[in-house]
Structures are given as C-alpha cells and as structure tokens.
C-alpha cells in the first residue's frame, strides 16, 4: 500500500479541483468550493486529508523535511501542498483558530513558487489557487502584491477563465477595502478572540452575519512555523512596505 504522501497529488486533485479542465470556463460549483462556500459533502471530504495536515504539520515543527515536505519539489506538488495547507484547514476547522495556522506557511510557499518561477509552469487557474494565501493574508500589503499578480495572470489567461478572475479580483479588493479601514478582517476577531473596536461591531452588525456556531472539535491556536531559510527575510521585507 502507498504511504498517504506519495498519493496526495491524485487525491487533492480529485477532490479540489473536481470538474476543473484547462481552457474550459470555472463552474460555479468550482467557485464555491474554492471561494469557501462549504457544503456537508465538502467538509465530509475534506475531513479525509485531517491526517495529511497532521503529519505535515510534525515535519514543520520537527524541523526536519520529510515525505509531504518533499512534495514541494516540482510546480505541481507546490500547487497540492499550498492548497492543502491553506484552504483545507479552513474547512476542516471552520469558526475556529486553527482555520488559520497555516497561513503565513502557505503564504510563504506562494511566495517560493512565484521566485522559483514554477508558478508559471501551471494554468492560469492554477496559478490563481496558488495566489490565494498572498490575497486573503491579514496584511493590506500582501493583498496588494496579490491583486497585482492577479492582474498579470488575468491579462495572459485565456477568454474561458477571466469571468472567474474577474471575479477573483473584486474578492481580493473587497478584502484590502477591509483591510486599509480596519487593519485586520473584523470577521475573525471572534474566532481568535479578539476584541472588536465599536466601529468594527457597527462594520459586523451592518453584514447581518450570524456568530460563529461552536465548533465540533477544536484545536489549541497556534501558528505552523515558517521552515525555511528565507521565511523571516520575505515576511519582515513585506511587513516594512
């Protein structure tokens, strides 16, 4: 039988990108599901890869690269692993803290991809999943680099995928909009227990948004440490911008 890391690319690319073909227009059940529009059967799914993350999450903090470590090895394995650790956490832990340790790691290895240039060796869509981490950062300017690269990868992406794009960019807009009013994503100051400011409580009681229901299980927050040697250099240079 083949060890959980060895067959991760099939089964992340069976399961998140499901429907996906290259040149061919983004569905809306694509969308969602990639937008964050949880349903039972996703979080059913994506409950599956819970041991995925658990053994990466030991390498990191080990120290030591191991076999999901060393997926990052080629364009499409730093694809997979980016999309694991940055979007599967939000669903399998959603409304609690741990939706969110991977975040500056997953954002960090977009970053890789990007200076390593693999992340033009996939489609254009592609390149988009990779860029999630960089545009829904908790830092107006990692969503400003973000919005930038979305616009180069709009303008060289075929007719089938700029409505999805398109749509893409006013995402990550709205997030920076957030971000230069308030410093932060108000949404999550109950999630991380966070005291809101009265104008964040007026920004949440305008979106009519319920609080988040208790969780069924919970992880203690903490975030996935930063492994590799450039970590403390990329996000320092963006913290001084």
């Not at 970053?111 to 869509?125: G, H, M, Q, R, S």
Request: hydrophobic share 35%; net charge negative; glycine share 4%.
């Amino acid at each position: 039988m083949l060890r959980p890391a060895k067959t991760l690319i099939p089964r992340m690319t069976s399961f998140w990108m499901r429907g996906y073909t290259p040149d061919e227009p983004i569905s809306l059940e694509m969308k969602k599901r990639w937008l964050g529009q949880v349903t039972p059967e996703i979080k059913q799914t994506a409950m599956t890869f819970k041991s995925d993350l658990d053994s990466y999450r030991r390498e990191v903090e080990g120290g030591m690269p191991g076999e999901y470590s060393n997926i990052y090895q080629t364009p499409e394995g730093t694809m997979t692993m980016v999309m694991m650790i940055d979007q599967l956490p939000r669903v399998i832990y959603d409304n609690t803290p741990a939706a969110f340790e991977f975040e500056d790691h997953a954002r960090l290895q977009s970053y890789l991809a990007l200076e390593k240039d693999w992340i033009f060796e996939i489609t254009e869509i592609e390149r988009a999943l990779v860029l999630f981490p960089i545009i829904r950062a908790e830092s107006d300017s990692s969503v400003e680099a973000g919005i930038s690269l979305l616009d180069d990868n709009y303008d060289a992406a075929p007719r089938a995928y700029r409505p999805f794009l398109a749509d893409l960019r006013k995402y990550a807009v709205s997030r920076l909009d957030v971000l230069k009013r308030f410093g932060r994503y108000p949404l999550r100051n109950a999630i991380l227990n966070r005291q809101s400011t009265p104008e964040e409580q007026e920004y949440l009681a305008s979106l009519r948004i319920p609080p988040p229901p208790p969780a069924p299980f919970h992880r203690p927050y903490r975030r996935v440490p930063l492994s590799a040697a450039t970590a403390k250099g990329e996000l320092d240079e963006e913290g001084e911008q």
